[in-house]
């Protein structure tokens, strides 16, 4: 029973939304194409990036996804999925993203993190909170960045993808350089962030400026009202310095996006790279799920064409 709860908590969460010009033209009449990759070239390997006592080992291990050929080293993407901080797992929604970047000739990881507890313990100072996952995230990364040659990646070269609350964890990992410095990595090798449907870029405004109590983002951030600032993308951002370039992906209310574009906003004005799209066709969990759809048009194509810049 408690099984089945959870699942419907999930899928309401996610419906819901999770987290509370330039744009980039893109030609539908132009080349975009893949083709689902050979899967008898294909290997998936599941890897413990670290171990902590009394921690389920899946919250803190990645998938990669690779092929055979592991002479060449490839550039590498990096999934980090959503759920609100508090669900999820790097299996879901997974399987024609793995398809759609391995048909880029691109390694593919999809990985875990510690989750704060749901439903939500918002007295229990001891729960995962901020900044376990990110923490959680650079450690991965880590991980990559000494091992993940043996698969056939470039450490040198890695794109970040995330929804909603994962959104917000590769938004705050590109922008907030200390989770990476302080694993002895530079934040150089990030070359590119995809953001897909978020409000996470301003935590501080999420729960201070929010007339409602959001319940949610409390769960996950705690109450230390300095910690939300560092917590927040949209804070991190430091005039004459280097960054990731970004992609967002938008939809929802007039609210929802405004959200979504005071943060490019932000990025233009600190002379970053940013591509955005509309995806206000689709719910919260549909802009996922879309991601490497046969002949879908209106994500997975710019989204490809944005790493592939990054890659160059």
Same mark, same amino acid.
């Given at each position: %029973?408690?099984? %089945?709860?959870?699942?419907?908590?999930?899928?309401?969460?996610?419906?819901?939304?999770?987290?509370?010009?330039?744009? +980039? /033209?893109?030609?539908?009449?132009?080349?975009?194409?893949?083709?689902?990759?050979?899967?008898?070239?294909? !290997?998936?390997? +599941?890897?413990?990036?670290?171990?902590?006592?009394?921690?389920? &080992?899946?919250?803190?291990?990645?998938?990669?996804?690779?092929?055979?050929?592991?002479?060449?080293?490839?550039?590498?993407?990096?999934?980090?999925?959503?759920?609100?901080?508090?669900?999820?797992?790097?299996?879901?929604?997974?399987?024609?993203?793995?398809?759609?970047?391995?048909?880029?000739?691109?390694?593919?990881?999809?990985?875990?993190?510690?989750?704060?507890?749901? &439903?939500?313990?918002?007295?229990?100072?001891?729960?995962?909170?901020?900044?376990?996952?990110?923490?959680?995230?650079?450690?991965?990364?880590?991980?990559?960045?000494?091992?993940?040659?043996?698969?056939?990646?470039?450490?040198?070269?890695?794109?970040?993808?995330?929804?909603?609350?994962?959104?917000?964890?590769?938004?705050?990992?590109?922008?907030?350089?200390?989770?990476?410095?302080?694993?002895?990595?530079?934040?150089?090798?990030? !070359?590119?962030?995809?953001?897909?449907?978020?409000?996470?870029?301003?935590?501080?405004?999420?729960?201070?400026?929010?007339?409602?109590?959001?319940?949610?983002?409390?769960?996950?951030?705690?109450?230390?009202?300095?910690?939300?600032?560092?917590?927040?993308?949209?804070?991190?951002?430091?005039?004459?310095?280097?960054? &990731?370039?970004?992609?967002?992906?938008?939809?929802?209310?007039?609210?929802?996006?405004?959200? /979504?574009?005071?943060?490019?906003?932000?990025?233009?004005?600190?002379?970053?790279?940013?591509?955005?799209?509309?995806?206000?066709?689709? +719910?919260?969990?549909?802009?996922?799920?879309?991601?490497?759809?046969?002949?879908? %048009?209106?994500?997975?194509?710019?989204?490809?064409?944005?790493?592939?810049?990054?890659?160059?």
């Amino acid at each position: %029973m408690r099984k %089945m709860f959870i699942l419907l908590a999930y899928g309401i969460l996610l419906l819901c939304s999770c987290d509370k010009d330039d744009n +980039t /033209a893109f030609d539908e009449s132009s080349k975009f194409k893949y083709v689902f990759a050979d899967n008898s070239l294909n !290997k998936e390997k +599941t890897i413990e990036y670290k171990s902590i006592n009394g921690v389920d &080992p899946n919250l803190l291990s990645l998938d990669i996804y690779y092929t055979k050929d592991t002479d060449k080293k490839k550039p590498i993407v990096i999934y980090v999925h959503g759920g609100g901080w508090c669900l999820g797992d790097k299996k879901n929604n997974i399987e024609k993203k793995v398809s759609l970047f391995q048909s880029q000739n691109w390694l593919f990881i999809s990985l875990n993190y510690r989750l704060s507890p749901f &439903p939500y313990q918002l007295f229990n100072i001891n729960r995962v909170k901020y900044p376990d996952h990110n923490n959680d995230v650079a450690d991965a990364i880590e991980w990559v960045y000494d091992n993940i040659d043996q698969y056939g990646g470039n450490p040198e070269k890695i794109a970040f993808l995330g929804h909603s609350a994962g959104a917000h964890l590769v938004s705050l990992t590109g922008t907030n350089k200390s989770f990476l410095e302080k694993q002895g990595i530079s934040s150089s090798i990030i !070359k590119g962030v995809a953001s897909i449907d978020t409000e996470g870029y301003d935590v501080l405004e999420q729960i201070v400026g929010n007339k409602y109590e959001n319940r949610l983002y409390i769960n996950a951030f705690g109450v230390n009202q300095s910690q939300y600032i560092d917590a927040s993308p949209i804070h991190n951002l430091i005039h004459n310095t280097s960054y &990731p370039n970004f992609f967002i992906a938008k939809r929802g209310s007039d609210e929802r996006k405004a959200v /979504a574009n005071q943060f490019i906003e932000a990025l233009k004005n600190a002379s970053i790279s940013v591509s955005q799209v509309d995806g206000s066709v689709y +719910t919260h969990s549909e802009i996922n799920s879309a991601i490497g759809e046969k002949n879908e %048009m209106i994500i997975t194509p710019p989204l490809i064409e944005f790493i592939k810049d990054c890659f160059e």
